[in-house]
């Protein structure tokens, strides 16, 4: 598991000016750059994120050895 801080520098309409979705932009101390996600509006009123909140980003990675095995055996 990947476990990052950050800060939330801003929180925008998408590019595509979506109602239910924002755009927030983190500063990640360890990579020094920034992270743009977008988050459904609802999911970000009910976590309350604002700009200014410091966040942990953990970053769980799963995969099938069975399925990459067998993408691995098809080249």
């Not at 309350?48 to 990459?68: A, C, N, P, Q, Y």
């Amino acid at each position: 598991m990947i476990s990052m801080d950050g800060e939330v520098t801003e929180i925008n309409n998408p590019p595509n000016r979506s109602a239910d979705f924002r755009e927030v932009t983190i500063w990640v101390n360890d990579t020094e750059e920034h992270v743009e996600m977008t988050i459904h509006l609802a999911a970000l009123k009910n976590a309350g994120i604002e700009v200014g909140d410091k966040i942990s980003i953990k970053i769980d990675k799963k995969f099938d050895i069975d399925s990459l095995t067998q993408d691995l055996m098809k080249m």
